[in-house]
């Protein structure tokens, strides 16, 4: 997630959008379902607001995403307390 954390708000937002398209035409894996949930995780703490496809907690387990999800959280405030 850091990675995503260092993105300009522009370029999550492209990111998102281009991650959709290529799930929409069957481009990408399920399992970018979880990196799209790290995008809205990261783009919802900064205020923007991304839709889930419809589809979504079908295809990811939620229980799994929250653990990493809250994993990196972690990870980010333990290197801000180190900076």
């Known amino acids: 997630m850091n990675f995503y954390e260092k993105l300009p ?5 492209r990111f998102y959008n281009e991650i959709i ?22 783009a919802n ?3 923007i607001s991304l839709d889930q496809p419809s589809d979504f907690n ?3 387990n ?8 809250q994993s990196e959280q972690v990870g980010i405030e333990c290197s801000c307390h180190i900076a």
């Open 62 to 69: 939620q229980h799994a995403l929250n653990d990493l999800l």
């Open 45 to 47: 703490r900064r205020g």
């Open 58 to 60: 079908e295809v990811i």
């Open 21 to 42: 398209k290529n799930m929409e035409k069957g481009i990408l894996t399920k399992n970018m379902y979880y990196e799209l949930g790290i995008i809205i995780s990261v």
């Open 9 to 13: 708000v522009e370029f999550l937002i």
